[in-house]
């Protein structure tokens, strides 16, 4: 069943469609990735699903319900948590007021326990607890945001860029969190990532992006073995061809 599904979306940046007709679901306790290019309007989806845009046209709906053009603060409510690009922490609160934020939507008062649990996967944020986030390095800051989002104790997960600026070995730590999520919590996941190789690895099922629109779709096993994903987005060239130019080679899907 379908836990997030997306029915033939476009939304604008004024008079510019960023996405066009994008249609796509996340299965419950699935992680789903989409892949693409900068400016290939990957962000946007996820903002449209977060209710940060208006979609001009189409539908979205999460576990049954009709959430489309809903406020980012009901989308949360339901059990959507969204880290942003560019991890966007509060630099002058410290690592657990951050934490504390993430869970404004809910009432419990005592949310010791969530915090714990926060720490069990990032035990780096737990020796800094009282430091102010601005301090933190980069993939520190990046782990404080996927464990703001954990506060909210969401069903589906969107994540835009968690590997963005960060060292080939952060990367893979990152990763490992993210399926660990997934396993251990039951959660879905849409992943936004430039890093095709990470996401291929970590992820079910994927959907390429271009110039605002889906091109291909597949199960990430298959993705991993299509001549264009190896190409163009993991860097493999065919060595059999003598004197080939990347640059005057043509997409299959255009």
């Not at 476009?10 to 996405?19: F, H, L, N």
């Not at 693409?36 to 309007?41: D, K, Q, V």
């Not at 737990?126 to 430091?131: C, D, F, I, N, S």
């Not at 039951?186 to 959907?207: F, K, T």
């Amino acid at each position: 069943m379908a836990l997030l599904e997306l029915r033939n979306i476009e939304t604008y940046y004024g008079p510019i469609m960023a996405i066009r007709g994008v249609s796509l679901e996340v299965p419950e306790g699935a992680v789903v990735t989409i892949l693409g290019a900068n400016g290939a309007g990957k962000t946007t989806v996820l903002k449209t699903v977060g209710g940060a845009m208006d979609p001009q046209k189409g539908s979205v709906s999460f576990a049954g319900q009709d959430i489309t053009s809903r406020d980012p603060d009901r989308v949360a409510k339901l059990g959507i948590g969204h880290v942003p690009e560019g991890r966007e922490v509060f630099p002058f609160l410290n690592v657990e007021e951050n934490l504390g934020v993430g869970a404004f939507t809910r009432r419990r008062t005592d949310l010791s326990s969530d915090l714990e649990m926060v720490y069990s996967y990032f035990p780096a944020l737990a020796e800094h607890r009282k430091q102010a986030a601005g301090f933190l390095s980069g993939g520190q800051q990046q782990m404080l945001a996927i464990g703001r989002a954990l506060m909210l104790r969401p069903k589906l997960m969107l994540l835009d860029e968690p590997s963005l600026g960060l060292a080939p070995r952060l990367v893979a730590e990152i990763a490992a969190i993210v399926e660990r999520l997934n396993k251990e919590q039951g959660m879905a996941i849409l992943l936004v990532e430039q890093n095709a190789r990470m996401a291929l690895e970590v992820a079910d099922y994927g959907y390429v992006m271009e110039v605002g629109r889906i091109v291909m779709e597949d199960t990430c096993e298959r993705l991993k073995n299509a001549t264009d994903i190896q190409e163009f987005y993991l860097g493999m060239k065919d060595q059999g061809v003598r004197g080939r130019r990347r640059w005057k080679q043509r997409k299959t899907w255009r």
